[in-house]
């Protein structure tokens, strides 16, 4: 049987990651523990890696395929074939941001500012193309984690990855600039991509993990209304497209349903309501397949 060989990432990221397969249709099971993830399609195997390695995995060909952050796969340089964005991460929908960042009372301003100092960060290779790029010379050295503390004591500055910005303020550093956005990435290696099967079995994959990407934050209504109070109801319903309407048994009577933003409900439900609307239903959805 073919197979096709999955790197999912280990830790921050992991939770959610299983939670998106799940609603993509994909029971993920084993012990947080497990290296080896069982996954209930035997056409998938799974391994979890870091996000920091998964792209060279990926490249070398000992992984079919990857989901980590682009800017590992930019620190990694590697040549690997993406296959859609991914843009969710262990605490919202926005991208990360690999920040430069000093404490409040620095003299440091800009990126110019670091010529001749120290600076901690993860993402080593990423930096030092940074500093190049801007024409600086500083010593980067690699910082195995707890990096929000160890200016002013050891270094001069950060390079971080940060969502919020929260536990960097909560360290009383502020940020100088971004270096990077970076969404998660769903990518194959070039083998992998050219081979029929693979590429085919990828792509379906890709679909449905979109599909529950799209979905997310966003619920089904369904409701009745008579047609004298129909088209009021329609200018109150926010759709993806044009709400479907079909004529009920009892002449006069529509069904109506659209897809909106979970955050709007409750808003717009007093509203189709007073507009005329009856049996109101609010449904969770799983799969959005624009």
Same mark, same amino acid.
């Given at each position: 049987?073919?197979?096709?060989?999955?790197?999912?990432?280990?830790?921050?990221?992991?939770?959610?990651?299983?939670?998106?397969?799940?609603?993509?249709?994909?029971?993920?099971?084993?012990?947080?523990?497990?290296?080896?993830?069982?996954?209930?399609?035997?056409?998938?195997?799974?391994?979890?890696?870091?996000?920091?390695?998964?792209?060279?995995?990926?490249?070398?060909?000992?992984?079919?395929?990857?989901?980590?952050?682009?800017?590992?796969?930019?620190?990694?340089?590697?040549?690997?074939?993406?296959?859609?964005?991914?843009?969710?991460?262990?605490?919202?929908?926005?991208?990360?941001?690999?920040?430069?960042?000093?404490?409040?009372?620095?003299?440091?301003?800009?990126?110019?500012?670091?010529?001749?100092?120290?600076?901690?960060?993860?993402?080593?290779?990423?930096?030092?193309?940074?500093?190049?790029?801007?024409?600086?010379?500083?010593?980067?050295?690699?910082?195995?984690?707890?990096?929000?503390?160890?200016?002013?004591?050891?270094?001069?500055?950060?390079?971080?990855?940060?969502?919020?910005?929260?536990?960097?303020?909560?360290?009383?550093?502020?940020?100088?600039?971004?270096?990077?956005?970076?969404?998660?990435?769903?990518?194959?290696?070039?083998? &992998?991509?050219?081979?029929?099967?693979?590429? /085919?079995?990828?792509?379906? #994959?890709?679909?449905? @993990? %979109? !599909? $529950?990407?799209?979905?997310?934050?966003?619920?089904?209504?369904?409701?009745?209304?008579?047609?004298?109070?129909?088209?009021?109801?329609?200018?109150?319903?926010?759709?993806?497209?044009?709400?479907?309407?079909?004529?009920?048994?009892?002449?006069?009577?529509? &069904?109506?349903?659209?897809?909106?933003?979970? /955050?709007?409900?409750?808003? #717009?439900?007093?509203? @189709? %309501? !007073? $507009?005329?609307?009856?049996?109101?239903?609010?449904?969770?959805?799983?799969?959005?397949?624009?």
């Amino acid at each position: 049987m073919k197979k096709l060989i999955i790197g999912l990432p280990k830790g921050s990221l992991q939770e959610s990651t299983y939670a998106l397969f799940k609603k993509a249709g994909f029971a993920i099971s084993g012990s947080s523990r497990s290296y080896f993830p069982s996954i209930d399609d035997e056409e998938i195997e799974l391994r979890l890696l870091r996000s920091q390695e998964m792209s060279r995995y990926v490249e070398q060909g000992m992984l079919d395929a990857g989901i980590s952050g682009l800017d590992w796969i930019a620190a990694n340089d590697s040549d690997v074939q993406i296959i859609c964005d991914m843009v969710y991460s262990k605490v919202s929908k926005r991208p990360v941001r690999w920040v430069l960042a000093v404490p409040e009372n620095s003299d440091i301003q800009s990126v110019k500012d670091l010529e001749g100092k120290r600076i901690a960060t993860e993402g080593v290779s990423l930096v030092e193309r940074w500093l190049e790029k801007n024409g600086v010379k500083a010593e980067v050295e690699f910082s195995w984690g707890a990096t929000e503390v160890k200016v002013p004591e050891f270094v001069d500055a950060i390079v971080d990855i940060t969502e919020t910005g929260s536990s960097l303020k909560a360290h009383n550093l502020r940020i100088v600039d971004t270096l990077m956005e970076s969404y998660t990435q769903f990518f194959a290696s070039k083998e &992998a991509w050219a081979d029929d099967w693979k590429r /085919a079995k990828l792509e379906r #994959i890709a679909l449905l @993990l %979109k !599909a $529950a990407l799209n979905a997310a934050d966003k619920v089904l209504l369904k409701l009745n209304v008579e047609n004298e109070n129909l088209e009021a109801v329609k200018k109150l319903l926010p759709a993806l497209h044009a709400p479907t309407v079909s004529g009920l048994s009892e002449n006069g009577w529509y &069904a109506v349903e659209t897809v909106v933003d979970e /955050a709007v409900v409750r808003e #717009i439900i007093p509203e @189709l %309501k !007073a $507009a005329g609307a009856e049996g109101i239903i609010e449904i969770g959805l799983n799969k959005v397949v624009a």
